[in-house]
């Protein structure tokens, strides 16, 4: 591609995304959303202003990278440690019954299949995609509505973010499986020894950069280091450990998430990221999405995989919470308070696409989870609070 | 290339840039040149760790765009204004006798030539890379030294400025030269007609601005927005006009450099090009400078073309100011002030490598010309300012 070019395309993407995310917003639907559909519109699908390009891909990659970054930089461990039994095992619930109503969905539409065949790894990859819970609007949510604090809302914070760290490892495993020399043990001892690397170098590193951030704080060092350790732990962790690159980038941001200054580099991360990256990773999903390629089962296939993907974070934390002892009323809190998707779902269908256990067709399925759910999850949270009787309000 | 090795490569290239940016410093020469060391070290110079490819182009590409963005940004139009007249005059013969010299040297090295042929264009380029001051680091000293506010510091500041307007207007007419269809009257016309469009365009286009800035000042959408259209006035400017793209992101930033919001646009820009575009694009001409082609003519050259640089803007500058009234010692700052380059140079230097109206081998005298002026300047400053009389300290 011509880097003339590259600047008329960069104007485009930057514009469209900013102005349908931001009418996204105004239709209460979660700006990630708009920038995709903005990707649709200038991309293939429909005006063909931009088209994909491997100048775009690698952008889009920093763009991940970045996001995976900030998103393990936002990780608060301390609040984990509190709420950690409960919340793990909400989060383990959480993970897994979405994980196999995907998978069987995706068989009951196109046929069961046997252990190890390429449609068994498809069905797995469907159900892999709604392993992922969204804290943000959740959090959001729980914020306006004067709830965070509470035990029931640390619950959930908590569970969603667990949620991640497993729907990660996940991920990663199910994409190990894929590589040509995959066999079980092999991917689980690789992965298993890139997180033992992980935490050992970690606690290095997070004492070199905690000795340096002390003696300089509020330097440009830090997050310039910081993103250059993601992208060498990404490489690294994709190259010789076979766990997928965003993994490696998401354990760079939890290795730094205590440090002094993790905002202060969540700061500088989050503006490369709204500028540039973003819109281009976002509107890069837009672009692959062919509008064209879709047909009446796809559609069908999406509406279940959105009604699927709600019910076993519903079912499957609220029952957990329940059993937990939580009253009634507040189990199906914390199982609404789980049901939101957002960019990691994204995320990882994009690894799936990478790795061809996925067709681009079912993206389409994924963005509309991530608007209903969106928009759902605040509807029905504040239907459920407002519910409360009035001595309960306040308490979890 | 795989996207994959695009995260070793930044990674790389982030630590080298940081590391042997911040050793420059220590041994008070700029930061850039340690980048651009760090650059022929990593590159095929060297070690050979990472190659220049098509993806790296295009992230110096919108590194280079960013840079200029925020040069105009940074121009303060109503301080221009002030000291105007005398800072024009000392700017045009401090553009002039270096585009002069620069030419004269390289046709005293490689032979006269008529007006024309290739030889020509390619001696006029040495003069125009010698044109702009980097007044960063003058003002840098003068501030250090309390006499960034006197008349003859604003005057030393303002003539940088517009010396680097006027040397933007000279790469813009010779780079319009060596376009297949060049006619002198056409390329001027053209240039022209860019100039006339930017300042129409620019006043509807900083008015909306100003709208919406007051309406809602602070927000992300003015930088987002303010970038886009930095990246479309370049390719309008490049592609419809025959103007250097650099050209039309300068305008751009200048469009907007009297918004309220300009600073808030200036943080969120460096923001994105200290951490990874400008290390991208100070590496890559590391990269592309492969020291191996390097010989004796060449280096006899770099050394001339840094005595030509410095004695061209000393002289130059230092004489239109005794003429305009300083007294000997003053008119000596001013020279002295106005022989420091950059950045500025750097980019010249680079689009003419572009236009192919460069060798890359010449990248060694440009650097070598930043690094010495660049240690020089602030020396010499300081010894003049300390040799004034005590009853003139403070004055002009």
Same mark, same amino acid.
């Given at each position: 591609?011509?880097?003339?070019?590259?600047?008329?395309?960069?104007?485009? !993407?930057?514009?469209?995304?900013?102005?349908? $995310?931001?009418?996204? /917003?105004?239709?209460?639907?979660?700006?990630?959303?708009?920038?995709?559909?903005? #990707?649709?519109?200038?991309?293939?699908?429909?005006?063909?202003?931009?088209?994909?390009? =491997?100048?775009?891909?690698?952008?889009?990659?920093?763009?991940?990278? !970045?996001?995976?970054? &900030?998103?393990?930089?936002?990780?608060?461990?301390? =609040?984990?440690?509190?709420?950690?039994?409960?919340?793990?095992?909400?989060?383990?619930?959480?993970?897994?019954?979405?994980?196999? @109503?995907?998978?069987?969905?995706?068989?009951?539409?196109?046929?069961?299949?046997?252990?190890? &065949?390429?449609?068994?790894?498809?069905?797995?990859?469907?159900?892999?995609?709604?392993?992922? &819970?969204?804290?943000?609007?959740?959090?959001?949510?729980?914020?306006?509505?004067?709830?965070?604090?509470?035990?029931?809302?640390?619950?959930?914070?908590?569970?969603?973010? !667990?949620?991640?760290?497993?729907?990660?490892?996940?991920?990663?495993?199910?994409? #190990?499986?894929?590589?040509?020399?995959?066999?079980?043990?092999?991917?689980?001892?690789? &992965?298993?020894?890139?997180?033992?690397?992980?935490?050992?170098?970690? !606690?290095?590193?997070?004492?070199?950069?905690?000795?340096?951030?002390? %003696?300089?704080?509020?330097?440009?060092?830090?997050?310039?280091?910081?993103?250059?350790?993601?992208?060498?732990?990404?490489?690294?962790?994709?190259?010789?450990? $076979?766990?997928? =690159?965003?993994? #490696?980038?998401?354990?760079? $941001?939890?290795?730094? @998430?205590?440090?002094?200054?993790?905002?202060?580099?969540?700061?500088?991360?989050?503006?490369?990221?709204?500028?540039? *990256?973003?819109?281009?990773?976002?509107?890069?999903?837009?672009?692959?999405?062919?509008?064209?390629?879709?047909?009446?089962?796809?559609?069908? *296939?999406?509406?279940?995989?959105?009604?699927?993907?709600?019910?076993?974070?519903?079912?499957? @934390?609220?029952?957990?919470? /329940?059993?937990?002892?939580? %009253? #009634?009323?507040?189990?199906?809190?914390?199982?609404?308070?789980?049901?939101?998707?957002?960019?990691?779902?994204?995320?990882?269908?994009?690894?799936?696409?990478?790795? =061809?256990?996925?067709?681009?067709?079912?993206?389409?399925?994924?963005?509309?989870?991530?608007?209903?759910?969106?928009?759902?999850?605040?509807?029905?949270?504040?239907?459920?609070?407002? %519910?409360?009787?009035?001595?309960?309000?306040?308490?979890?």
């Amino acid at each position: 591609m011509d880097t003339l070019d590259i600047l008329r395309q960069l104007a485009i !993407i930057i514009v469209a995304a900013k102005f349908f $995310g931001l009418l996204a /917003r105004k239709c209460k639907a979660p700006q990630v959303a708009g920038e995709i559909i903005a #990707g649709l519109l200038i991309g293939p699908s429909l005006f063909n202003l931009v088209e994909p390009s =491997d100048f775009l891909a690698g952008m889009a990659e920093i763009g991940v990278i !970045i996001l995976m970054f &900030t998103a393990g930089l936002e990780t608060n461990i301390s =609040d984990l440690k509190k709420t950690g039994v409960k919340a793990t095992i909400i989060a383990c619930t959480g993970v897994f019954t979405p994980l196999l @109503c995907g998978t069987l969905l995706y068989m009951a539409f196109y046929g069961f299949s046997a252990i190890g &065949t390429e449609t068994f790894y498809r069905a797995i990859f469907i159900g892999t995609i709604l392993t992922a &819970t969204s804290v943000s609007i959740t959090v959001q949510t729980l914020r306006e509505l004067g709830k965070l604090q509470g035990e029931l809302g640390q619950t959930i914070m908590s569970a969603a973010i !667990i949620d991640d760290v497993i729907g990660i490892i996940v991920l990663t495993v199910v994409i #190990g499986f894929k590589k040509p020399d995959a066999d079980v043990t092999g991917v689980l001892l690789r &992965t298993l020894a890139f997180f033992a690397l992980a935490i050992v170098l970690g !606690i290095i590193i997070y004492k070199v950069f905690k000795w340096y951030d002390n %003696k300089h704080p509020h330097t440009r060092r830090i997050p310039i280091i910081g993103i250059a350790m993601a992208f060498a732990l990404s490489y690294v962790a994709d190259k010789y450990f $076979g766990v997928a =690159d965003i993994t #490696g980038a998401y354990v760079a $941001g939890v290795i730094l @998430c205590s440090l002094q200054d993790s905002e202060y580099i969540t700061q500088k991360m989050d503006i490369n990221s709204y500028i540039i *990256f973003g819109p281009v990773f976002f509107c890069s999903i837009g672009l692959q999405t062919n509008v064209r390629t879709l047909d009446m089962t796809i559609l069908w *296939f999406s509406l279940a995989f959105v009604a699927v993907g709600l019910l076993s974070k519903v079912v499957g @934390c609220g029952l957990t919470a /329940r059993v937990l002892g939580y %009253k #009634g009323h507040n189990a199906l809190k914390v199982g609404c308070g789980m049901m939101t998707r957002g960019e990691v779902a994204l995320i990882v269908a994009q690894r799936g696409l990478k790795a =061809d256990m996925l067709e681009p067709a079912y993206f389409t399925a994924v963005i509309l989870l991530i608007i209903v759910s969106s928009i759902l999850t605040p509807l029905l949270l504040k239907a459920l609070y407002a %519910k409360d009787p009035p001595e309960e309000a306040g308490q979890a």
